[in-house]
Nanobody
Framework: QVQVLESGGGLVQEGGSLRLSCTAS????????MGWFRQAPGKEREFVAA?????NRRYADAVKGRFTISRDNAKAYLQMNSLKPDDTGVYYC?????????????????WGQGTQVTVSS
């Protein structure tokens, strides 16, 4: 059974930074893509960033240049800089069905419970 767990959310002022972390146990972590999605109140879940097993990365246009996704042998990270109120939402980490990134939610088969990020203006 794969378990995905996020941490690192919180409340930050506009322009600030946060770093989210994610662990996924139950499969060989290094051989699967990892992705971050977010859901704002009243909106659908949306893709934020993803990283393949070989460190290929993809970002949503809304976060490009501000967010950085990375990974090591045990965790995935999302460094979020220059945060804006529009970045507020629940951030979900997910493990891919295979080794390469995808922006589609169906490409991920294990999800965490989410961590709240709130950016105040």
């Amino acid at each position: 059974q794969v378990q995905v767990l996020e941490s690192g959310g919180g409340l930050v002022q506009e322009g600030g930074s946060l770093r989210l972390s994610c662990t996924a146990s139950g499969r060989t972590f290094s051989t699967y893509a990892m992705g971050w999605f977010r859901q704002a109140p009243g909106k659908e879940r949306e893709f934020v960033a993803a990283i393949s097993w070989n460190d290929n990365r993809r970002y949503a246009d809304a976060v490009k240049g501000r967010f950085t996704i990375s990974r090591d042998n045990a965790k995935a990270y999302l460094q979020m800089n220059s945060l804006k109120p529009d970045d507020t939402g629940v951030y979900y980490c997910a493990q891919g069905r295979g080794p390469n990134w995808t922006i589609a939610a169906w490409g991920y088969d294990y999800w965490g419970q989410g961590t709240q990020v709130t950016v105040s203006s």
